[in-house]
């Protein structure tokens, strides 16, 4: 996986069970964006998108939602399981969409 530019990187993410496993939140360049960097590299699944708008009222929430979803990859990948988004999920009694949009997927908090 090919590092981002530092002035990229909005977020770093480091696998608390893996230190050598990271993923970066990065502006994408369609604008109005960001994206994560480095979750189709290493578990083949299609990069998370999030607008600006959200990201920026929750970053810390959205933070801990890419983390745990990012281990959950691991986890899966270590069992020698299959990993599949859910279009739907809680998560710390908030209730998210993970919907695919091309070779991405959105995630977005539902109020």
Sequence with gaps: MTVPAEQDVLM????????NQV??????????????????????VSEIRMSVEDLIHSIQEFG?????????MSAAQDLNLPFAYENEFDFHNQHFTLYADGDHRVLKRVS
């Excluded at 770093?12 to 230190?19: A, D, M, R, V």
């Excluded at 964006?33 to 979750?39: A, C, M, P």
């Excluded at 890419?66 to 959950?72: K, T, Y």
């Design 12 to 19: 770093t993410i480091q696998n608390s069970k893996k230190p």
């Design 23 to 44: 993923i970066y939140v990065v502006r994408d360049d369609m604008g109005g964006w960001f994206r994560t960097q480095g979750l189709k590299s290493q578990f083949g």
């Design 64 to 72: 801990e939602v890419l983390s745990f979803l990012f281990e959950s």
